[in-house]
C-alpha cells in the first residue's frame, strides 16, 4: 500500500502539472476572453465590483490549484488501487483501466451532462441547485465505473470472451450516462458567445483529461519499471 500511494503521489504531482501547463497556456486565455465581456457587461449594467485578485494573480493560483487537485487525486488513485490490486500483476493496464475509469466518473459524465461554464454564465439565483445536480452526476458516474469494474470482473471470472466482455461493460458506461439525463437541465441563459462557452468546456474537459492521462501514464510506467526491476533481481524489490 505504501508503495501504491507513493507512486499516486508522484504520478499526481506530473498528471496535475502536464493539465496545469495545459490550461495555463490554452485555457486560461479563454478565461481571460470570458471575464472581459462579463466585466464590460457589468459596467453597462451600471455595476460595480471589485476583484479580490487580478487575473495575473489568479494564473499562478490556476497553476498551483491545479498541481494540488492531481496531488489529491494521485493520493485517492493510489489508495485504491493499492486496495484493489496488490499482486502487481499488469500493472500497465491496471494503471490505465483505473485511471480511465475515475475520468469516466469524475470528469466526463458531469461534463456531458452539466458542461463547465465560463464567468457570466449561469443565475447566481440557481447556483446551489446547479451544484446539487452536479454533485448527484459525479455519484452516478462513480456508481457506474464501479459497476462497470464488478461487470469486468465477474465475466472475466466466468471465462467470458474479451469481446462480450467489453460490449458489457460499454453497455453499463452508456446507460449511466444516460441515467444522468433524468436530472432536470439546466436552463440558465446563456450570454457568452456560444463559441467560446464551447472553447471553454472543450479546453477544460481536456486539462482534465490530460491530468488524468498524467496520472495513469505515470502510475503505469512506475509499475512496469518495478516489476522489470524484480524480475532481473528479486533482492531490489523491498528497495521499489
Partial sequence: MLTSLKRGVLSGAVGGA?????????????????????????????????????????????????????????????????????????????????AGGGFFALALVPFIRYPSNPPGVGDPATIDSRSHLWTVTLVIGLVGAVLAGLVARGLLERGVRACLRQLAVAGVLLGTVGLTFVLPPNTDEIAVPVGLVWQFRLLSLTTLALLWAGLGVTFGLLGERAAATVSSDPRELSAL
Avoid: C, I, N
Fill in 18 to 98: 502536464l493539465a496545469g501547463a495545459f490550461g495555463y497556456l490554452l485555457a486560461e486565455p479563454v478565461m481571460d476572453q470570458a471575464v472581459a465581456l462579463e466585466a464590460a457587461r457589468q459596467r453597462a449594467a451600471g455595476e460595480h465590483t471589485v476583484d479580490t485578485f487580478s487575473r495575473s494573480t489568479q494564473h499562478v493560483g490556476f497553476l498551483f490549484a491545479t498541481l494540488a487537485v492531481g496531488l489529491a487525486f494521485g493520493v485517492l488513485y493510489g489508495v485504491v488501487h493499492g486496495l484493489l490490486h496488490k499482486d502487481g500483476a499488469d500493472p500497465w493496464g491496471r494503471a490505465l483501466r483505473l
